[in-house]
Each structure stands twice: as structure tokens, then as C-alpha cells.
């Protein structure tokens, strides 16, 4: 690398799933993080440095991650890396960033275990336990008591959040009345909804991706089952209303931020996002920006890109205001913030209340 | 037992398109006894090929008739996937016919291959909705259980065109000098068949077949991607191996029981003390013990290799 | 015999450099000089060739065609995984005796338990597929590859679809090639055995092999445990140089990538297999943003391969690197 080069900017680097099978939710954050540094690089850039950000593609394959990574670090010389939205993939990575000792924030793997790999790896979004709450506690306010789960056992981060769900209705006065499982890419649910049926739950958890959801909702109505369904952020897809039409209207998800939240920080985001890329940003979005928008905030902080400086300001991020609401790392790395719940409606994505930490 | 009766439902209608896409492995397999791996992805092509056509008819056919424009898209899906049929076998296989088995499956997991990430390029590879060309409604009279328009729909056509299969190779000379190239190819061609005709003329319908299914499992489960077909190609070559390889009525009872014992396993999985995540593994385990008990399946007749 | 034992030297060769000079930035030697991305691609193509070469006993030298390979790696990794991850602490304990070399014996030791796991399960595959042939077997293969990814999924003890994360960073460059050439030794060896005439035999006409007494069920099942071992190893090796497996990693889009390899070498040509699995590893970076095109390109080219050159890009090189000799 050029010595010049090396003085007039800050190299960030970004690993996402740019394709393969989740490069929706690849693609979303990337559009999110490239917009962050855009606006910093308008306003003056950080510590009189523009930043510059390398993005590499994992193609949503196992053992990817841990390649691109290792070429981010090593060849481009990153001063902290930003990914991934599948705590899978995060988890291929967090070590090495540790290991490298290069700061590492996650937009949106929810997956505790990410963080727990050591001090140099960050989150901007809550994890799944406190997203399982949320959902139990939102059952439970609606007297929603017998609950029957589905889960997509090929998805680490569908059983994660149906095992904290469980953990918290089971001590809170709910009952799961049946649990199911099935495999992302399955399309016939029809068995383990008559299963369901049978029960008679109050409500339907679907805790995997708007892929599946959709159809499950569909299916679901066929069979003349009328408990409504609640899912995760898994749910953020324009594709869940596509799918699944009217059978998911009347349901329910927790989210990251709502686009109806008039909040002029989420307003002029999606403005700007809209602007530039004439879509609607999804929660992916939103954390991408906010990962890279905490990133330079840090670095400001520290006056350094060091590795150990620029974790030390990291882990001191205090009511920092982002899109996605305040965000304060507590000492486990992780975001303490607010998730919303949202209800489909008319085909679009509701706001109906915020649920503190 | 409304709940088994119910299962009982939702099995048969999955299992009637396991027997569909069986149907087309076990024509393949008893003319030219070879394994069709693309079988599958031609099924997703079917499909796609249906949401293109209905999306591209419905403004000029909108006053049509509901169930005359599933027919035309039904029958535009056939006609395109019967000649992707022909056309694969014509580039792919027909230059390997004499070479040794192992040249041509190699080359089958090609054309699948091919045919998976060509889509995966072409659509996208997130799951898009399949228009309904049926409105789906729910059959009444049933008291307690619950079946579609569309599930009866399933049934009735998978039947159906078991039967006219039937009456092509039983009654036509087309199926007369199929059934005499699955017997003896070389003697076949001596007698004065065809065998290139006779050829993509199975290549064609087991495609159109496959394809007739896809529109079928579209219309149930309402949402395709490139790679839909891979579990159930495979899950139709098990249907197609339980009924016996080459055997018509045999895939169809096959696919039939595939899709009953899939359904009760994940329905009654706390009974039968199975995690429901073994699905997928049903249907090899039931290939395993077929092929190692019973590898004539339930109607195959019993072969030697001869040397 | 001869590309073999120079393909054999070169690897070995390689191995004990990289052995010697890796990790020490002090050396002067230009292998101390590779960065970690390049590190980590050397090391896989290292794990590739283990992986192409044990799959090509099976397919290559005996005509089983697996499609399974991916899961025997799977079995591999997570047993060795169990050994240095959930038996981590007490493990070390009782090793402690051994002083400093107490985590690379552990490693050993589940290297060895990752093999010998995977050997089982080739063992347990091998026994029914011998009355299947060509396409029931290689479906077979796929199933059983299929079976024990979903086993472990829904196995909570080795983390289910959640994977298993916190494995150490055991795998270098020198451990990677030492036992790559260990691989392309015990395969060409047993090529050159008995054995391997009765590979060959079961490949080229299994009938006329048992007409001539030859047990032919010994020989399958033989390359199924000799293939899955080192599979098991490869697999062991990938565990410890990611950290973090999931069920995901080992499906039957691997084993395609395995098969690809071997067909591309040249089924039966070990120094094709192996120069095939690199060549294949280094493309895989070098048309990184292309990923959608190659996937595309790689289909088009097992076609056009069967139709036009059955035996792969570089199968034959062994005769013909035979001929050269014999001509000078």
C-alpha cells in the first residue's frame, strides 16, 4: 500500500452475503453501510481522514466468511471490520477479528453467542433472548396463554429465539401447547399445522424467516386455523405479504424500527435512503447505518484507529443516537435498546407499540 | 380421528405430486435405464415457466374463464418443458449412449446443476409467489376436516393423467415400441423402431409430466425458487424406487405412500418419539431399506444383470 | 509409478517447509512472508486435496460413485470437534503430563477420533451398498450424506442448526500438507497392493471380477473406509482452522464441489485429483465476485467434459508424464 494512501484514509471493511441464498438481507445492510459512509465521507470524513469501505462477498456459504475476512485484514488493512446479518457467519469471523485484534460490529446477528467470543466483537442490534421476551411478553399482554411453536431447526437463529421464548412464557403464566418444527426450504406444513390444530392454541409463534412464514400463514388458513401468528425479525420482508397475502394479515413480528415512527431520525433516513436507492429501507438497512455510523463516532472518540483504543471507545458507546433507537453497548458488547412490534396490515408493516429492555 | 383423517388429506395431496414427478423418472428409466438427476429442475423450470405464461396471458385472457386459463397455462408449461426435455437429451445424453453409466449420471448432475444456478441467475434466488390460478377455496361437506378445491383438483389430475399414461403405453404404437426398447434395445432397432424417436418422445412426456406437477405443487404451496426442486425430485425418485423402477401404477402408489408416511411421521412425531426435523429423513431411510430388502420395489419385476 | 512418487516429494516437500518457516516472521525464507488470507488459502487447498484424493479411491480407482463425501466430513469434524471442544478441559488434564506438548497431542488425538469416527460411517455405508450399483448408489450416498447432516442438526449435544463454536485454532500449513502427503502416499500405496487390482477389477467389470473369485465386497467396502478416513480428516483439519461448524456447511452442495474436483482431475488420476483441488481452490478466490457465473460455468463444463473427455482435464497426465520418462 502507497505510504500517501495510507494518511488520507481510514480503510472499513465489510463482509455480507452480496449473494447466495440470504443476499436479500446481504444486499440491505451493505445499501445501509455504503449510505453511512457516504454521509460521513460529505461531512468532512473522521479525524480529517475520509473513510474508505472494502466490501467483500461471503455468497452466503459457510466457510466463506472466514476467508474474506482474513483477506480484509491482511490485504486491505482494515481498521475494523462491519458484518454480518447471520450470526453464523459473524461467528466465523469473531475470532479472527479478536485474534487480529480489529474491532468488529455486527448489524444485525442476534445470535448471543457472537459477542461472548471476545472484547474486540460488538453488536448494534439486541439478541435473541431479549427478542424472545419481547414476543412473550406481547402473547401475554393480548391473554394470548396457550401458545404453539414452530421452528425452522435448520436456522440457528429460529431455535434460539423459540428456546427463549419458551424459557420466558413458561414462567410467566403461558403454556406451550404444542411445539413443531420444520427445515427452511420445506413447503408443505400442513402436517405439523394439523398437529397444531389440535391443541388449540392461542397463537401461533413462527419464529424463521418471512420465506417460510408466508406459506405457513397460508396453510394455516387453509386448515381453518384462526389463532393469529407472531414471528421475529426474521418476518422483514416486503416477499412475507407477497407470499403469504391475505393469510398474514392480522399478524404480528418485533422489528428493529419502524418506518411509521416519526421520530426525525428514522424520517430523514428514509428519506435519504429513499433518495438514493428509491426503496424503503427494511430493519437490515437501518443497522448497517447504524453500525458504521457508531463506527466513526469511535473512532472520533478515540482519536485513533488502534485496535485496542478504538475497542476501548467502542465498549464506552452511551445513548448514542441511532436509527434504530438509543444504543448503549453494555459491558457483554451487546446493544441495550428497544425493539417495536409491528402488525400487517392492508399488506404493509404497522406500527403498534415499543417494548423497553 | 379427524386428525388422522385430516393427515390423511394433507399426505395424499403431497404424495399425488411425488407421484407425478415419479411418473417421468420411471418412463426415463424403463426405456432407457438410466437415472434422470434433472428431473427435478426440469420440474422447477415447469414452474417458473407457469408463472411467466400466466403473468404474460392474464391481460390477454382476462375475460376467459378461470379453469380454462389454468388449462392454457397448464398446457403452455407442458408443451415448453416437453421440448426442454428433448432438447437436453438431444445435447446431453444422446451423444453418451453407449458409454458406460457412470459418463451419463455425471453428466445428469451437469444439466441439474446447470439448471439450478442458470435459474438462480435468471430469477433470483429468494422465493417468489406463485399467481393463484385457481382461487382456492375450502370444499365443504366435510364436517370436521378440511380440504381445498385445489387438493381434489391435485388428486383427480394426477389420476387422470395416470390413466391416459397408461393408454399411451398400452395402446398406442408409440408405447408399443417403448415397451419393446425397455425389453430389448437391440432388438427393438432390428424389428425397425426408432429409437431415437422413440427417445425424446419419452424424454418430452416425463418432462411434461414434470412440469404438469410443478404447476400442481405451485398452485398447493403457492411459492417457487431455483432450487424447489431438488427435495422434491429426489423424494420422487424414492416414490419412483418404492413402486418398483419402470413401473407406472407403481410410482403412483408409491409417491402416494411417500407422501401419507412423510405426513404422519412430522404429524405424530411425539408419538413416535421421531423429532419432526427428521423429515428429510424419512424418505432415504425408506429408500435404504427398499433397496436392501426389496430392490424391485413393490411392482418392479425382479432383474438380473446379465453379463 | 513415478509422477506419483514425485508428486508424493513435492507435497512432503512442501509440507516440512511450511512446517519449519511458517509462523516464524524472523525467517528469511518467503514462505514466512505469506500473509493470513494466503495462509488460510494454501491451508484449504490443502483440505481440498485431502478431500479430492479420498474421494477418487471410491470413484476414481473402485467406480462407487459417492455423493456423499460431504457427510463423512461432517462426521469428522464434529468428532474431533467433541474431542478439543466439549472434552476440551478434562482432556488436557489427564494430558498434562506430556507438559507443553499436551494441546498438539490433544489434537492428534482428535484428528485420529475425527478419522476413525468418519471410517465407522463409511463402514456402516459401505456394507448395504454393495448390492447397488452406479445410480442407486450414488443416490444412496447422497441420502446417507443427507441422514447424518439431519442427525446432527437435531442433536443438541454438539450444538443442533446452531453449530458448534469455540474450536481451537490448532490447524497450521505443516499439519494441513503433512497429512495431505500422508493421504497421496497411503492411497498410492495401496493402488500399487493387492488391493489395488482389486479396485481396479471392481471398476472395470464387477461381474467379471466375481466370476474370477475376486471378493469384490471386500474391495468397496475397503475404499469406502480408506475414503471416509481421510474425509473424516479433512474434516477435522476445516473444523480447526474455522472454529465454528454448522450442520450447513457439510451439505450435498460440498459434495458436488468434491465431485466436481475429481471429475475435473480425472477419476483414477491421484496427481490429476490433486492438481485439480488446488487449480479448483485458487479459482474459487480468484473468481470470487463472479460466484453466480462460475457455478454456471463449472455445470457447463462437467458436460461438455463427458461428451468430449471422459477422463477429465487431467487425467492421462500420469501416462503421459510415464511416456516422457521412458522416452529420454
Redesign the interface.
Given at each position: 500500500m502507497a505510504p500517501s494512501e495510507a494518511v488520507t484514509e481510514i480503510v472499513v471493511g465489510e463482509f455480507a452475503s452480496l449473494s447466495g441464498a440470504t443476499a436479500s438481507f446481504g444486499q440491505s445492510s451493505h445499501k445501509g453501510t455504503a449510505m453511512a459512509v457516504d454521509e460521513i465521507n460529505a461531512a468532512g470524513g473522521v479525524l480529517g481522514k475520509k473513510m474508505r469501505l472494502v466490501s467483500e462477498d461471503d455468497q452466503s456459504k459457510p466457510g466463506e466468511a472466514a476467508t474474506v475476512v482474513r483477506k480484509l485484514i491482511s490485504r486491505e488493512r482494515i481498521v475494523a471490520l462491519l458484518g454480518e446479518v447471520a450470526s453464523s457467519r459473524s461467528l466465523e469471523a469473531a475470532p479472527i477479528c479478536q485474534q487480529a485484534g480489529i474491532p468488529m460490529i455486527s448489524p444485525a446477528s442476534t445470535n448471543p453467542k457472537v459477542t461472548e467470543v471476545g472484547d474486540f466483537v460488538f453488536r448494534v442490534c439486541f439478541i435473541d433472548p431479549f427478542q424472545g421476551t419481547v414476543l412473550s411478553k406481547f402473547a401475554l399482554s393480548k391473554n394470548w396463554k396457550r401458545v404453539a411453536i414452530l421452528t425452522d431447526v435448520k436456522q440457528d437463529y429460529s431455535v434460539g429465539l423459540s428456546q427463549f421464548f419458551k424459557a420466558h412464557l413458561s414462567v410467566n403464566g403461558g403454556t406451550v401447547v404444542s411445539e413443531q418444527s420444520y427445515s427452511s426450504g420445506d413447503k408443505d406444513f400442513k402436517a405439523q399445522l394439523t398437529a397444531i390444530k389440535g391443541t388449540t392454541p392461542d397463537v401461533i409463534l413462527a419464529s424463521g424467516y418471512y420465506t417460510e412464514s408466508g406459506l405457513i400463514a397460508l396453510q394455516a388458513r387453509e386448515l381453518q386455523i384462526a389463532a393469529p401468528l407472531i414471528g421475529g425479525d426474521g418476518w422483514d420482508s416486503p416477499s412475507l405479504v407477497e407470499v403469504g397475502g391475505k393469510a398474514v394479515e392480522g399478524s404480528f413480528f418485533s422489528n428493529h424500527f419502524s418506518v411509521e415512527d416519526p421520530a426525525p431520525a428514522i424520517q430523514t433516513f428514509l428519506k435519504k435512503f429513499n433518495d438514493k436507492y428509491h426503496e424503503q429501507p427494511d430493519a437490515m438497512a437501518a443497522l448497517g447505518y447504524d453500525s458504521a455510523m457508531i463506527l466513526a463516532d469511535a473512532i472520533k472518540r478515540a482519536g485513533t484507529t488502534e485496535g485496542p483504543k478504538l475497542r476501548d471507545a467502542l465498549a464506552a458507546t452511551k445513548d448514542f443516537s441511532a436509527v434504530t433507537g438509543k444504543i448503549t453497548l453494555n459491558p457483554q458488547r451487546n446493544a441495550d435498546k428497544s425493539a417495536v412490534m409491528l402488525e400487517v396490515r392492508n399488506g404493509q408493516f404497522k406500527y403498534v407499540e415499543t417494548v423497553a429492555p | 380421528m379427524n386428525e388422522f383423517l385430516q393427515q390423511l388429506i394433507n399426505g395424499l395431496s403431497l404424495g399425488a405430486v411425488y407421484a407425478l414427478i415419479a411418473l417421468g423418472y420411471t418412463m426415463v428409466y424403463g426405456v432407457l435405464r438410466f437415472i434422470n438427476f434433472a428431473h427435478g429442475d426440469v420440474f422447477m423450470v415447469g414452474a417458473f415457466s407457469g408463472m411467466y405464461l400466466s403473468r404474460w396471458l392474464k391481460p390477454l385472457l382476462a375475460h376467459w374463464p378461470e379453469w380454462l386459463f389454468a388449462v392454457v397455462v397448464l398446457a403452455g408449461s407442458m408443451a415448453f418443458c416437453g421440448v426442454l426435455g428433448i432438447v437436453i437429451e438431444r445435447l446431453a445424453y444422446k451423444p453418451l449412449r453407449e458409454r458406460p453409466r457412470l459418463t451419463v449420471l455425471i453428466t445428469a448432475i451437469g444439466v441439474s446443476l446447470l439448471l439450478e444456478y442458470s435459474g438462480q441467475l435468471l430469477f433470483g434466488a429468494a422465493p417468489r409467489g406463485f399467481p393463484s390460478l385457481i382461487e382456492s377455496r375450502s370444499l365443504s361437506g366435510l364436517g370436521e376436516l378440511h380440504a381445498t378445491n385445489i387438493q381434489a383438483f391435485v388428486l383427480t389430475a394426477t389420476a387422470l393423467l395416470l390413466g391416459g399414461l397408461h393408454l399411451i403405453v398400452m395402446r398406442t404404437r408409440m408405447g408399443l415400441a417403448m415397451r419393446a426398447l425397455s425389453l430389448n434395445p437391440t432388438a427393438a432397432m432390428l424389428m425397425g423402431v426408432n429409437t431415437n424417436v422413440v427417445i425424446s418422445f419419452t424424454f418430452g412426456l416425463g418432462s411434461a409430466l414434470a412440469a404438469a406437477g410443478a404447476i400442481f405443487y405451485a398452485s398447493l404451496y403457492q411459492a417457487i425458487e431455483p432450487f424447489m426442486g431438488v427435495l422434491p425430485g429426489m423424494k420422487a425418485f424414492v416414490a419412483a424406487v418404492l413402486g418398483g423402477v419402470g413401473s407406472l401404477p407403481g410410482a403412483m402408489v408409491g409417491g402416494l405412500i411417500l407422501g401419507v408416511v412423510e405426513t404422519l411421521v412430522v404429524g405424530y412425531s411425539k408419538v413416535l418419539g421421531i423429532p419432526p426435523g427428521y423429515r428429510d429423513a424419512v424418505a432415504f431411510v425408506i429408500l435404504i431399506l427398499i433397496l436392501l430388502f426389496k430392490p424391485s420395489g413393490l411392482f418392479g419385476k425382479q432383474q438380473r444383470e446379465k453379463v | 509409478m513415478g509422477s506419483r512418487n514425485s508428486l508424493l516429494l513435492c507435497v512432503l516437500v512442501f509440507a516440512v517447509v511450511s512446517a519449519l518457516f511458517t509462523g516464524h516472521p524472523e525467517a528469511a525464507w518467503p514462505l514466512a512472508q505469506i500473509?493470513?488470507?494466503?495462509?488460510?488459502?494454501l491451508i484449504?487447498a490443502g483440505i481440498n486435496v485431502i478431500l479430492a484424493v479420498s474421494l477418487n479411491i471410491v470413484s476414481g480407482h473402485t467406480?462407487q460413485?459417492s455423493l456423499g463425501h460431504a457427510g463423512f466430513m461432517a462426521v469428522g469434524a464434529y468428532g474431533s470437534a467433541a474431542v478439543t471442544q466439549i472434552g476440551g478441559k478434562p482432556i488436557l488434564n489427564a494430558l498434562s503430563f506430556l507438559g507443553g506438548a499436551a494441546p498438539i497431542c490433544m489434537f492428534v488425538l482428535s484428528l485420529l477420533v475425527g478419522g476413525l469416527l468418519a471410517a465407522l460411517a463409511g463402514f456402516a455405508v459401505g456394507l448395504?451398498s454393495l448390492?447397488?450399483k452406479?445410480?442407486?448408489l450414488?443416490?444412496?450416498t447422497?441420502?446417507?450424506g443427507?441422514?447424518i447432516r439431519?442427525?446432527i442438526?437435531?442433536t443438541e449435544a454438539v450444538g443442533?442448526?446452531?453449530?458448534l463454536?469455540?474450536i481451537p485454532?490448532f490447524t497450521t500449513l505443516g499439519w494441513t500438507w503433512g497429512l495431505a502427503a500422508f493421504c497421496i502416499y497411503c492411497v498410492s500405496a495401496l493402488i500399487r497392493s493387492t488391493y489395488g487390482r482389486g479396485f481396479l477389477a471392481v471398476r472395470d467389470d464387477e461381474?467379471?471380477a466375481e466370476a474370477m473369485g475376486v471378493n469384490t465386497t471386500k474391495y468397496k467396502v475397503t475404499a469406502f473406509v480408506v475414503g471416509s478416513f481421510f474425509a473424516g480428516l479433512a474434516g477435522a483439519l476445516?473444523a480447526h482452522?474455522?472454529?465454528?461448524?454448522?450442520?450447513?456447511?457439510f451439505s450435498?452442495l460440498k459434495s458436488?464441489d468434491v465431485?466436481v474436483m475429481v471429475?475435473l482431475g480425472g477419476m483414477g488420476s491421484t496427481l490429476g485429483v490433486t492438481v485439480a483441488a488446488i487449480l479448483l481452490t485458487a479459482l474459487n478466490?480468484l473468481l470470487?465476485?463472479a460466484?453466480?457465473?462460475r457455478?454456471?460455468a463449472?455445470?457447463?463444463?462437467?458436460?461438455v467434459l463427458?461428451?468430449a473427455r471422459?477422463q477429465g482435464l487431467l487425467g492421462g497426465i500420469d501416462r503421459w508424464l510415464q511416456a516422457r520418462r521412458n522416452r529420454s
Open positions: - | - | 500473509d493470513d488470507y494466503l495462509l488460510n488459502i484449504m467406480g460413485f448395504p448390492r447397488l452406479g445410480d442407486y450414488a443416490i444412496v447422497l441420502g446417507f443427507e441422514i439431519v442427525v442438526q437435531n443442533g442448526a446452531r453449530g463454536t469455540g485454532a461381474i467379471a476445516y482452522l474455522i472454529g465454528y461448524i454448522t450442520p450447513e456447511g450435498f458436488v465431485v471429475i478466490e470470487r465476485q460466484e453466480q457465473y457455478m454456471v463449472f455445470a457447463l463444463l462437467l458436460i463427458m461428451i471422459p
